[in-house]
C-alpha cells in the first residue's frame, strides 16, 4: 500500500437484502474501503452515526454510502439530518439508488450529498462501480478523521 493510499471506513445505509449483499460483496475486493456496519433504515443509520444507544463505542465512517429509497425515513432524510448535525456535516455521502430521477439528482446534491451514483444491476458492474469507489476515496480524496 502506497503512502497515500488511505482505509476509509464505510457505513452502507440500505433495506433491500439483495443489494447489501452485492455491496458487501464487491466491497471484498476493495483495498481501501472496509464496510464497518450496515444500516437498514433511516433511524439505525442516525443512531450509528451519532454513537447512541447499542452504537456508544462503534467508529465514526469516513464515508455514507446511502439508498434513498426506505421505508418509513427515507435516504434523503437521513442526508437532512446529517447535514444539519454539527457533529456529522463533514461525513461525505454517495447516494446509491435505482433512481434515475433528475429531481432526485438534483435534491440529493442539493441536501449534500457528495455523488449521486445510480446502482448497477449485477455483481461484476457492481464492483466496478466499487472499484472505482474505493480508488478516489482511499486512494485520491481525504475524509475527515
Known amino acids: ?4 493510499h488511505r482505509n476509509v471506513d464505510l457505513l452502507l445505509v440500505d433495506d433491500n437484502d439483495d443489494d447489501v449483499l ?19 433504515n433511516g433511524p439505525d443509520a442516525l443512531e450509528f452515526l451519532r454513537r447512541q444507544g447499542r452504537y456508544t463505542g462503534a ?14 425515513m427515507s435516504g434523503f432524510e437521513v442526508l437532512q439530518a446529517m ?3 454539527p457533529a456529522l456535516l463533514s461525513i461525505p455521502v454517495i447516494v446509491l439508488t435505482v433512481s434515475c430521477s433528475e429531481d ?12 449521486f451514483v445510480q446502482k448497477p444491476v449485477g455483481l461484476e458492474r457492481f464492483r466496478t462501480v ?9 486512494g485520491v480524496a481525504r475524509v475527515p478523521g
Open 83 to 85: 447535514k444539519a448535525d
Open 59 to 72: 467508529r465514526r465512517p469516513g464515508l455514507v454510502l446511502l439508498d434513498v429509497n426506505m421505508p418509513g
Open 1 to 4: 500500500m502506497s503512502p497515500e
Open 104 to 115: 432526485d439528482i438534483e435534491r440529493a446534491y442539493a441536501g449534500g450529498a457528495v455523488s
Open 22 to 40: 452485492l455491496a458487501k460483496t464487491a466491497l471484498q475486493g476493495a483495498s481501501g474501503l472496509s464496510l464497518l456496519h450496515v444500516a437498514r
Open 130 to 138: 466499487v472499484q472505482g469507489l474505493d480508488r478516489y476515496w482511499s
